[in-house]
């Protein structure tokens, strides 16, 4: 297991690679200069870039498309990042050298106290040649990806950590574009899998009880609003009780007992909200005659994934989540209790 997640681990970096790559290189070929960066060091593309012998740099440097020459007796204070090109050391690096499809070579004489990332490419040591930190081959590390509404607290390649400090970058910047460019994949992987998650999840419950999620699925269509309007009572009753049981330590059990109830009842109801999205659809694709399995995992996916969509997906997941609840709740009641259900609405 773990020999295949390293490997999923390497595949995501390699993909990651070329997205952070091309963005960056297409960028190189419509303007060869080199700048300043904004919050200090360089930023240089489409020429090498030089530290001659003798010579001292303060600031992170990040060279696309060209080679970064750092020459013997010469010393980089801050992180070296190379994107399509080749890292020579020769002298001392102060902080990590990340180099992206490209060689590090390391001569005799080099000393790199943080660490060697590499993706894509070798890394040819000296004898004699130091480095003080770890030589990570296409591996990324915890780091720190921008957060656009506060600080760097997530995830972050550790081949973009020269790019510059660990502050709020500039808007409309080379680093923000990247970093925002990053946040984004990694959010959308992570709601893919959340959504195929939750869509496995909802294909268990209908498969274990297929009659019990058609009955929620037939209280969603009858009464709409009525399940609405429970499930929002039932969420905002039931939050202030379990919060309280919580609290009181004693009776935690039963709290954390109400609040598995509570999730247990949301993903039936949600398992039923998303057969019926998903028979309607395959419905509308002329699929009528499919098993409830697929309507059910294509519905279910469909409506969690739109419910991670940025500040709307909160309001739809509210609302279908407070209908899924009091479905499952109504449904319930009057099946072992042998009432009828809630009048349409």
Not at 78 to 104: F, K, P, R
Not at 113 to 137: H, K, L, W, Y
Request: aromatic share 6%; net charge neutral.
């Amino acid at each position: 297991m773990g020999a295949i997640r390293h490997t999923f681990r390497r595949r995501l970096v390699l993909l990651v690679s070329v997205v952070v790559w091309l963005a960056l290189t297409g960028r190189a070929l419509a303007a060869p200069s080199a700048r300043p960066a904004t919050q200090g060091g360089v930023i240089q593309v489409g020429q090498d870039w030089v530290l001659a012998a003798g010579s001292r740099e303060e600031g992170d440097v990040l060279v696309i498309s060209a080679d970064a020459i750092v020459e013997a007796d010469a010393t980089l204070k801050g992180s070296l990042t190379v994107i399509s090109g080749d890292a020579v050391i020769g002298g001392i690096v102060n902080g990590d050298v990340n180099v992206i499809s490209g060689d590090v070579i390391l001569k005799n004489t080099s000393r790199v106290t943080g660490d060697v990332n590499i993706v894509s490419g070798e890394v040819n040591q000296a004898p004699g040649a130091q480095v003080e930190g770890d030589i990570v081959r296409g591996d990324v590390r915890l780091g720190t990806l921008v957060n656009l509404g506060g600080t760097w607290n997530t995830w972050f390649p550790a081949f973009v950590q020269g790019i510059g400090p660990w502050t709020q970058p500039e808007p409309w910047t080379l680093t923000w574009f990247v970093a925002s460019l990053l946040q984004l994949i990694v959010s959308l992987l992570r709601s893919l899998v959340i959504a195929i998650g939750v869509a496995a999840i909802g294909v268990v419950i209908v498969l274990l009880w297929p009659d019990g999620i058609q009955s929620i699925a037939q209280t969603v269509e009858r009464a709409f609003l009525p399940s609405l309007g429970i499930g929002v009572l039932t969420w905002f009753a039931g939050g202030i009780i379990i919060a309280l049981l919580i609290v009181t330590i004693c009776f935690a059990i039963l709290g954390l007992a109400g609040l598995a109830a509570l999730v247990g009842l949301s993903l039936l109801g949600w398992t039923a909200l998303g057969k019926l999205v998903g028979e309607r659809l395959w419905q509308a694709l002329g699929f009528s005659g499919a098993s409830s399995v697929w309507p059910t995992a294509t519905g279910t996916f469909l409506i969690t994934l739109l419910s991670r969509i940025p500040c709307v997906g909160v309001i739809f997941g509210a609302v279908l989540g407070s209908v899924a609840l009091g479905a499952a709740i109504v449904t319930l009641y009057t099946r072992y209790n042998g009432r009828r259900a809630l009048p349409a609405g």
